[in-house]
């Protein structure tokens, strides 16, 4: 089954308790990190992640747009993290493995994530070592924008490289999913989805969570 992420992004911040309440059919929680260095825009730190944590037994979905994550891993994990995910565009080759390992070390699953101008081969140091890969289909640091067809190619192409290398690993795709979008994401072989607008502009959310299923 598909199993979806919403990001709380698009939750009201104010009422971030209640709305992740209302994401409970939902299998992850989306939390969106961003520095204002790597992405051209913050968002949420370790604080809201403890803060979150009491609130909600799904598993937190990490998702660390900043700068030389490895500085951060470990805390975040500490914070209440389950999955950890990082660009392999914010550091070097051996400080992405370093950090896989700080996660790896809490108990928690690791990710990389790839931006959509980073091609698929980028992953492939990391494949076995990482129980997650996520693909961009937008630019990351916003939300609300619009899915990247052509980032359809490369989530095939990473899928195809999971099934090869490491069957256990799931492929997560982020940006602009919706409800006339996501059918392409799962053709490519997508096992999990992040919508965020999608899930939280629904009138039923339960409801829009199980359409995202497909």
Known sequence: MIKISPSILSADFANLERDIRKISTADYVHVDVMDG??????SIGLPVVKAIRPTTDLPLDVHLMIVQPGRYAAQFCDAGADIVTMHVEADTEENIR?????VHAKGKRA???VKPGTPA???LPFIKDV????????EPGFGGQSFMTDQMPKVRAIREYINAQNPACELEVDGGVAPD???ACIDAGADVLVAGSAVYQAEDIPARI?????
């Open 121 to 123: 081969e980028a992953v």
């Open 181 to 183: 979008t996501f059918r």
């Open 131 to 138: 129980e997650m890969i996520l693909v961009m289909t937008v």
């Open 111 to 113: 990710g990389v994530v």
């Open 37 to 42: 260095v790597f992405v051209p825009n913050i």
């Open 98 to 102: 370093e950090a896989i390992q700080k």
């Open 210 to 214: 199980q359409l995202l299923r497909g």
